[in-house]
């Protein structure tokens, strides 16, 4: 079955440094890989997803994921974080063999001035 | 997304009421879905459709229903709320060009549900 695993609740850094969000995954086949955020009283918001080819993939608002398949993980990145970066963010993974999109349980990142 | 709609935006019911939750989108997307968000369990998929006649069971369907009454709405009912459906529910929506697989969904900004 395929799942999706978000080791930290909290991710705590400081404006202008870098972010990373980490992800791994398990599925049966290819994975289909998604990061989405939410911000308060919202939504998910898609920021970016790995289908195939390149294993850099770039996203909304200066984000960018490495796919790493060896390693099973699809690690979120930002080179410079934003105080209005803090949200919370998920992971989420398909494959070929389900309709469904599998979550995370979210980290939740806060940028500190 | 103002493109996918979800009304109520908060409701208080008691233990026992039947509820419904309808969710409306202006994308034109065939497939809808519903999830609940609970903290620390992130999103869980209750049921989802692929048309208007196609409606599927998701992780956790217990207790919940579904009706797909046009391309455009989707709606959830409770059929007779208890305490541990508090929570968080989203509609999203997601496109079937180029495969449905690799399309990312669009949520509605969800519906805050307690049940007392």
């Known amino acids: 079955a395929q799942s999706v695993a978000q080791p930290e609740d909290q991710v705590n850094v400081a404006e202008g440094n870098p972010l990373t969000v980490k992800c791994t995954y398990s599925?049966?086949?290819?994975?289909?890989l998604f990061w989405y955020v939410q911000y308060p009283n919202r939504g998910l918001q898609f920021l970016l997803k790995?289908?195939?080819?390149?294993?850099l993939v770039k996203g909304s608002y200066g984000f960018e994921a490495e796919f790493n398949k060896s390693q099973t993980s699809f690690h979120l990145k930002k080179p410079s974080a934003l105080v209005s970066d803090s949200a919370l963010y998920f992971c989420a993974v398909r494959d070929m063999e389900r309709s469904d999109m599998r979550f995370g349980a979210g980290t939740r990142l806060t940028v500190k001035p | 997304d103002a493109d996918v709609t979800q009304t109520p935006r908060n409701r208080i019911t008691k233990t026992g009421k039947r509820i419904m939750l309808e969710c409306s989108q202006t994308?034109?997307?065939?497939?809808m879905y519903w999830y609940r968000q609970d903290p620390g369990l992130g999103l869980r998929l209750i049921y989802y459709?692929?048309?208007?006649?196609?409606?599927n069971k998701g992780e956790i369907s217990d207790g919940y229903s579904v009706s797909r009454q046009a391309q455009a709405k989707f709606s959830l009912s409770l059929e007779s709320a208890i305490p541990n459906q508090t929570a968080l529910y989203f509609c999203a929506t997601s496109d079937v060009t180029g495969g449905d697989i690799y399309n990312e969904q669009f949520f509605g900004p969800g519906t805050r549900l307690t049940v007392l």
């Open positions: 994308k034109g997307h065939d497939r």
């Open positions: 459709s692929f048309d208007v006649k196609d409606i």
């Open positions: 790995y289908i195939t080819g390149d294993n």
């Open positions: 599925v049966s086949g290819n994975p289909y």
